[in-house]
């Protein structure tokens, strides 16, 4: 089993950046892969690529269109607003329906071509927003299917499926890339990069975690 060398999903947001430089600081070789779902801000993915040139990470783009024809919702549709806040019932209107069950698979397929077992994902438990395929129970499950499915050894890892944003901010700062966080990711649903839009859901979650972080890890 292959351990020196790690598979990225990344998005070029707050999370899957944070863990892009965790997996460089443990792994001898890291590659990124990113999906071109035809998502509404597209600029995600030259944040992605970018960060990845500037720090000379191998960075790969699937095509997986196919997604945005399947599961239309607020990321994905110009006409579709993002909603401001979660719905008392149900997923809100910024869950993919399938995504990190596909975005997984297809990485998968591409971690065993080139002879790696590690996958490394930014899902949370503690800040999963409702969606339902960020839990660890989905991760631990589709772990054993990939392994079943292609008779092959991978190991999902998720930096930061126990921790909340302020602890993620902190993860970033211990690694020496808070800034490259704070100033080259694109987290907002509105395609903002750095600070964002301050009203969508993610913009709300990823400055409340900031703030917190400021006043619980930098003012002592």
Same mark, same amino acid.
């Given at each position: 089993?292959?351990?020196e060398k $790690? ?7 707050q !999370?899957?950046?944070?863990? %892009? +430089?965790w ?10 892969v ?5 998502q509404?801000?597209?600029l995600e993915?030259?944040c ?8 000379g ?7 997986l269109?196919?997604?945005n024809q399947?599961a239309?919702?607020s990321?994905?549709?110009q006409d ?7 719905? $008392?019932v ?6 993919? !329906?399938g995504?990190?069950? %596909? +975005?997984l ?5 591409f971690a065993k ?10 899902v ?6 409702g969606?339902?395929d ?7 499950s589709?772990n ?15 930096p ?7 602890e993620t ?8 890339v808070? !800034?490259i966080?704070k ?8 395609g903002i990069?750095?600070g964002?839009?301050g009203?969508c ?13 400021k ?6």
């Open positions: 089993m292959n351990k $790690a598979v990225v999903v990344f998005s070029g947001g !999370d899957s950046t944070t863990c %892009l +430089f997996a460089k600081e443990r792994f001898k070789e890291i590659i990124a990113s999906f071109d779902y035809n509404k801000h597209i993915l030259e992605a690529k970018n960060i990845c040139k500037k720090h990470i191998e960075h790969h783009t699937l095509d269109g196919l997604l399947l239309p919702n990321l994905t549709r579709i607003k993002v909603d401001k806040d979660a719905p $008392a149900g997923t809100p209107n910024t869950f993919v !329906d995504r990190n069950l %596909l +975005f698979s297809f990485v998968a397929v071509q080139r002879g790696a077992n590690v996958i490394v994902t930014g949370s438990q503690s800040d999963f927003s969606y339902p960020c839990r660890d129970v989905f991760i631990k589709l054993v299917t990939l392994n079943l499915a292609m008779d092959y050894q991978f190991e999902i890892l998720t930061l499926m126990w921790i909340n944003k302020a901010w902190k993860m970033a700062n211990d690694l020496g808070l !800034d966080i100033n080259e990711t694109l987290t907002c649903y509105n990069i750095g964002g839009c009203e859901p993610s913009c709300k979650l990823r400055k409340k975690g900031y703030l917190e972080f006043e619980t890890y930098l003012t002592k």
